[in-house]
């Protein structure tokens, strides 16, 4: 795989991301070293250390949460368990041997260096990921990510109990494990090193194919999948990278503080971590970072609230009544209402989705940008051939289809009607996979794909849009359309794919490129699905209902746009639409589908002519 | 034999209580896909009532009723300080929203009561026994399978044979459609986190029975084996949470007699290991619910 198909633009996705790693380095570090000046005490010094350590971990939770949309807390086991490694493992053997002289494997006689330690904590760690991210990634995809959430909440509790139990390994809750006197971390400088990097890889994952993928996937997973992204596989991708961070961070954590016990890596600093998570915006590095800042804050300001002898304008906050809320405690009140009460009233966090080096890149990075010129229509059309035959499909005693089969060449526009209960939904559900026939195959040429997953469908090039518009709502127009050019260019290289700015533009919608998609009126929407659709350079595009909700002029355009856009990238199209004017409009061929059956076929005017046609549609729907 | 029919009487006691606990939260989810995970907080609030009672000379029988009360009233005003703010928003929103709650809870009682285990008279009759055969079973066993049947019972007459019942499957099934033909949403949906509350109280009075005691942190566990109950058997099955806590609490049960002597406190570990290994190869839970893509 080489560079640019990980970082298709290496202005926007490499050195705009390096430059606000930088700054947002400096804003960390500076800022922290300014407060230690300033109050200059050993306590802010601590302070200090401690805060670019959260900031970390964080940013290490946020490559996962943030990409996938999966609420995780199993990431603090995921420390414990690195966490322990390096600490067994990078303990001198004469400070082991008070607290574990009987550690299994002949552990308590092992020490590897700091370094090699840490790398041994990254190598166990990933390994249990991995082989947690397969139940998580396959109970995800069957019952949603709350599924997945409990799985890596019974993570955390189960670290936790095994570090609590096997107290011969881990030291138990009581002692835990030390290093000798002289031997935790001294001096920030690997600290300083760490997080810079941490930044880095968070935003160059972010800005990668993979990371775009996964946010897809986050914004909209069965979208995701119908251009050809298989979310699993992005969601295994940034768990591992995440779980590397977060296991680095852990380590010299423990190494920071000079010792380890369960409940330094339990609920307490799940709960703290994901706040500063939630609490800047869980979707941007950016936000990652500034949340560290403000809990950090806030929490040292709570902290001192609740001190003893601590005056406001000469009023002791220790003494009655205030001493019922300033109390030494309150710092997990504070915690639990800022999570909730920003889960309520702002859930995206104070920055949302807004990061730092994409305002940059949008502001500085990319100069006057001129509108792409109109694609040309393909001279010679690629041969395909869609062929559906004997679809058969019962919902239990009903016989929703039979037998029905239909046929579209690539460069022909082939348009299915019928009235409502006819069939075709259920024939486009069989055609994009979300319905298992119980009879009969599709296939494009010779490569049958029935039994083939959603993603899989998209690869081979058939491209379906949905009825109820599925766009990656967070994600820009411009954005929309790259991801599904992200994913051609790898997977139907053998096809013109198109570039994305061209589509956009010939969508019309140049102007709004920058806009989310969730911001679009519905007819913009309507044409977002459609480039998306084009951009996968598809042998088939499936448009289901396409006009639905639209105006009769609006729908009159779209056969225009519809029609040539499938030329520019040489696609046949199957067009499904209750509307008989936009059909007959657009379609060279007309499947009518009644009862579960096609009882017609031919250009719009046989079909129109047709008696059985007449009969069972013309008659008993209302026709417009 | 003996041995196993024994670990197999006390793994459906264990069983039982995990089984109330995720039906709870089956009630819940199901109605407004919010997975509870302050759920344990409905055991540890009336908990800390037990305690204040005990205190001041009430004694089991009239503790009881104060329990079932206590996590009814619970249930439905965390429901309408928080949950009901952020109804129909997304997973992620809800899932964080009810952690958030449990971890208030918890603080709160660490900052109010304290930190330290606070002790809750278990009734006299918790550890005698019966000899049936060979078998030396614990009437508290007996007593929380009964009571648990007898409560599995009313609530399927009251889900399958009332208006109430029928309102809550309906949301349950399609909320916006049944909205629309008439269901009271607003009462649906505290006739859930009540039933939910219910069922808790239930549990949670076997609960304090059998810990004897009550912490700032003790809703974590029983709020842990109801939700991982519920996922076991299911995500969304009412029935699925059934089966899913008599599972898990005979799993824990059996692995603990069966795992050698040196490493038995590792049973929650190798709990974990199975349900692991579970979603590996049975990804929807036992039960699954074919998760409808609406398109």
Known sequence: ?624 | MTQLLQNIIDGLGRGSIYALLALGVAVVFGIMHLLNFAHGELITIPGYLTYWAFNHGWNWWTVVPLILVSAVGSSLLIERIAFSRVRGAKDFTMLLTSFGVHFIVSALFLLYVSASVKSIQRPGWAADTVALGSLRIEIFDLLVIGVTIVTLLATTWLLQRTMFGLSLRAAASDFEAARLMGVNSDSVIRGAFALSGFLAGIAGIFWLMRAGSVTPTAGIDPMLKGVLAALIGGLGSLRGAVVGGLVLGLAEVLLRAWLPEGIQNLTTGFVFVLIALLFIFKPGGLLAVPQVERV
Do not use: C
């Open chain 1, 1 to 624: 795989m080489s560079l640019r198909s990980l970082f298709p633009k290496p202005t926007r996705d490499i050195a705009f991301p390096l430059a606000g790693s930088v700054l947002l380095f400096g804003f960390l570090v500076g800022g922290g070293l300014l407060y230690q000046v300033i109050l200059g005490s050993g306590t802010a010094e601590r302070l200090v250390t401690t805060m670019l350590i959260d900031a970390i971990i964080v940013i290490g939770i946020q490559i996962y949460i943030g990409n996938t949309g999966i609420l995780s807390f199993g990431h603090v086991g995921f420390g414990a368990i690195a966490g322990y490694v390096f600490a067994v493992s990078a303990i001198a053997p004469e400070d082991k041997i008070k607290r574990i002289p009987k550690a299994p494997f002949g552990l308590t006689d092992v020490q590897v260096s700091p370094g090699v330690a840490i790398l041994l904590a990254v190598a166990f760690t990933v390994v249990a990921a991995m082989i947690l991210g397969v139940g998580l990634a396959r109970s995800g995809a069957e019952s949603g990510a709350v599924a997945a959430t409990v799985i890596t909440l019974a993570l955390l509790f189960v670290t936790h109990e095994v570090a609590k139990s096997w107290s011969e390994l881990t030291g138990g809750n009581r002692g835990g494990l030390s290093f000798g006197i002289g031997e935790s971390l001294d001096g920030r400088v690997l600290i300083f090193v760490v997080l810079f990097l941490a930044l880095v890889v968070a935003r160059l994952y972010g800005q990668s194919r993979s990371g775009r993928l996964a946010v897809a996937a986050r914004e909209d997973n069965l979208a995701a999948r119908a251009v050809g992204i298989n979310p699993l596989v992005q969601q295994m991708v940034a768990l591992v990278i995440s779980v590397v961070v977060v296991s680095v961070g852990s380590a010299l954590r423990v190494w920071e503080i000079g010792s380890i016990l369960p409940d330094r890596f339990f609920f307490d600093y799940t709960m703290l971590t994901l706040v500063m998570l939630i609490v800047g915006g869980r979707n941007s590095v950016t936000g990652a970072v500034l949340g560290v800042v403000v809990m950090t804050a806030s929490r040292e300001l709570t902290r001192r609230l609740g001190q003893e002898g601590f005056e406001v304008f000469g009023i002791g906050l220790d003494e009655e009544p205030l001493d019922w809320i300033f109390r030494e405690n309150l710092n997990n009140v504070v915690l639990g209402l800022s999570m909730v009460a920003f889960m309520i009233w702002r859930p995206g966090g104070i920055l949302g989705d807004w990061e730092l080096d994409e305002w940059l890149y949008r502001t500085f990075g990319r100069g006057n940008e001129e509108e792409p010129e109109r694609l040309p229509e393909l001279d010679v059309i690629p041969d395909a051939q869609f062929t559906a035959s004997g679809i058969g499909v019962a919902f239990g005693g009903f016989q929703a289809l039979h037998n029905a089969g239909l046929s579209a060449a690539s460069g022909e526009v082939v348009g299915i009607i019928g009235p409502n209960g006819a069939g075709k939904t259920t024939f486009v559900n069989v055609i994009t996979g979300m319905v298992q026939p119980d009879s009969g195959s599709f296939a494009i040429d010779d490569l049958d794909l029935s039994a083939t997953p959603a993603h899989a469908l998209a690869r081979a090039g058939l491209v379906r849009t949905f009825q109820n518009l599925r766009l990656f709502g967070a994600l820009t127009v411009r954005e929309n359309v790259e991801t599904a050019a992200l994913v051609a260019r790898e997977h139907r290289a053998d096809r013109v794919v198109r570039d994305p700015d061209a589509l956009i533009a010939e969508a019309g919608l140049w102007e709004l490129r920058d806009r989310r998609a969730s911001e679009l009126d519905y007819g913009n929407s309507r044409r977002l699905e459609l480039a998306r659709a084009a951009a996968m350079a598809p042998s088939f595009m499936l448009l289901d209902e396409p006009t639905s909700g639209m105006s009769n002029s609006e729908s009159l355009t779209m056969i225009e746009q519809v029609r040539h856009m499938a030329a520019t990238v040489g696609a046949g199209v199957i067009v499904i639409d209750h509307d008989l004017g936009f059909i007959t409009g657009i379609s060279d061929r007309i499947y009518v589908f009644d009862q579960g059956q096609v009882i017609a076929e031919g250009t719009p005017t046989e079909v129109q002519a047709d008696p059985r046609v007449q009969a069972a549609y013309l008659g008993s729907a209302a026709v417009t």
